[in-house]
């Protein structure tokens, strides 16, 4: 069979050549230098489709300044007509998680079977039905539907997003953009932050809706992921995908597109299912490192200091206005987040890990600290500083490590026969643990705030010594190499 059969397709001002079935080529047999590839083409797919996450953002974000003004005795900017109560601002804050545990299991097979781009771009309509319904909620149940309705599209992003962007990379950047993530997430969570607490609540309902709509309009412009084609069949639809994503011409790209290409037709030669998850050695590895690396993201209780950093800056009653605590510590989460996808493929993943999760067991032992001496001692006079830096600390390496890091290893960890349903199990893991710890942490914060802080510390102690001894580095690894390497393959 004849490796390149010259069909020419002109579209637009390119020329794009089909080919039938890639090979390396050996040698330099076209007598030309290597195009350079145009990394700023990446990272603007990238961009668009972590405007998602910034609408992640605004939802996770969502109930710290809605709060105050659902638990008020003054129902005038409230949808309700009275306070809500403890048990029900537990619900209100936890269902998201509960959407979003059931989400991926439906979002990974429509990604392998309409495309990661169109199951991105579907999550929309639940985050717009979703600020729609809080517009017109006078009853509790309905903004428990709303919060549901944002944990479905919560769902989708965070099952197809880290899959999309980690196939449309380079190996020299994969780290960098699959960091995006974080950065939009509390980039979106501090928009409802800075503007949640001096706007009247149906306002801040308008200023979210748009979010979703922006993100459709602008990523409806990007191309679909060339793996995604070529596990289609569809050779020529993900050449072009593959040129636009390298600013390069087709013969440019035509080894990379060899080797996406044969990557893919061996991961398909077996159609993958749950099951081959746990067949597989090298598919149970990466299964424990990514469900591991989730599981510790969530037990470090990031949920809790999200949904409740306005309350939690109240009871520490540190004379500064919370509102205004809430939106240093966002600006701190959006600052440490844009370092990420500098440094994440110099340092490598696992440095970084190490270094946050030693860094949060400091931070959230002192945030206990002062709750124990507030609550206990009675006497916080020496350390009512120690709220802010607490939290400050806490967030920057919970941004530069443990926030992004899971789902950029996620994104490159899996063959391509079994991705989806492997981003679906460790999402849902995410939002199980999440659930947990956000409905149970109303209880241990009436036993003593102290009892909550101090035990996500001894979390990531543990998780210290799990990034320690069981992750594997992927810095400047193809995702071919890191396959063999997570089945003991020597090349």
Known sequence: MPSVGHVEDTVGQYSYTEVSSFQVSEGNTRNMSPEPVKTGRIFMAAVAANLSAFVVGTCLGWTSPIGPKLKTEDTSDSPLDRPITSDEDAWISSLIAIGALIAPFVAGPLADRIGRKWVLLSSSLFFVLAFGINMGASEVWILYLSRLIQGFGVGFVMTVQPMYVGEISTDNVRGATGSLMQLFIVAGILYVYAIGPFVSYMALQWCCIVVPIIFDVVFYFMPE??????????????????????????????????????????????????????????????????????????????????????????????????????????????????????????????????????????????LGAFFYMQLVVGDISSVVWMPVPALVIYNIVYCTGFGPLPWAVLGEMFPANIKSSASSIVASTCWTLGFLVTYFYPALDALGSYYAFWLFAGFMVVAFFFVLFVVMETKGLSLQEIQDRLNSKNN
Request: hydrophobic share 45%; proline share 3%; charged share 15%.
């Open 225 to 366: 992921s060339p793996h995604y084609f070529a596990g289609k069949g569809r050779k020529t639809d993900a050449l072009r995908s593959l040129q636009f994503l390298r600013g390069q011409s087709a013969e440019g790209v035509h080894d990379e597109m060899a080797e996406i290409q044969s990557s893919v037709e061996e991961a398909m030669a077996s159609k993958g299912t749950i099951m081959d998850l746990f067949k597989n050695p090298g598919n149970r590895k990466a299964l424990f490192i990514c469900a591991g690396l989730i599981s510790f993201q969530q037990l470090s209780g990031i949920n809790v200091v999200l949904f409740n950093s306005q309350s939690i800056f109240a009871s520490a009653n540190t004379g500064l206005d919370p509102a205004i605590a809430t939106i240093i510590i966002g600006c701190v989460q959006v600052a440490s987040s844009g370092l990420t996808p500098i440094v994440a493929d110099r340092l490598g993943r696992k440095v970084m890990l190490l270094t946050s999760a030693s860094v949060m067991t400091v931070g959230l032992t002192a």
